[in-house]
């Protein structure tokens, strides 16, 4: 199992009660997934260096965990088709 570093972003323009089911979504996920040792950081509302989808801030959430190698690419997949997500991040510790 590796340590990993997750880092992402919601669209500003979720709702708080939104806001918290996604995280709670990517958690569930990373933990089907094998991981474990989830530590969940909520960064809050920032401002964007530049605008991303014609946004100019955005909710970040950082992660910290441990998994399979493999388990990154199922759940780098799932926060791609994840409408509300606008960027994400995985670094490997």
């Known amino acids: 199992m590796n340590k990993y570093e997750l880092l992402y972003i919601i669209s500003s323009s979720e709702t708080d009660e939104s806001k918290e ?3 709670e979504k990517i958690k569930a996920l990373i ?3 094998g991981g474990e040792n989830i530590a969940i950081d ?3 509302m920032k401002k964007f260096a530049y605008p991303i989808n ?3 801030e955005g909710y970040y959430v950082l992660v910290n965990f441990e998994a399979p190698a493999e388990a990154i690419k ?3 997949n ?3 088709i994840t409408e509300s997500i606008v960027r994400q991040m995985f670094i490997k510790k």
Request: glycine share 6%.
């Open 21 to 23: 089911a996604v995280v």
């Open 31 to 33: 933990e089907k997934n």
């Open 42 to 44: 909520k960064w809050g």
């Open 54 to 56: 014609f946004k100019n």
């Open 74 to 76: 199922v759940i780098n």
């Open 78 to 80: 799932t926060m791609n």
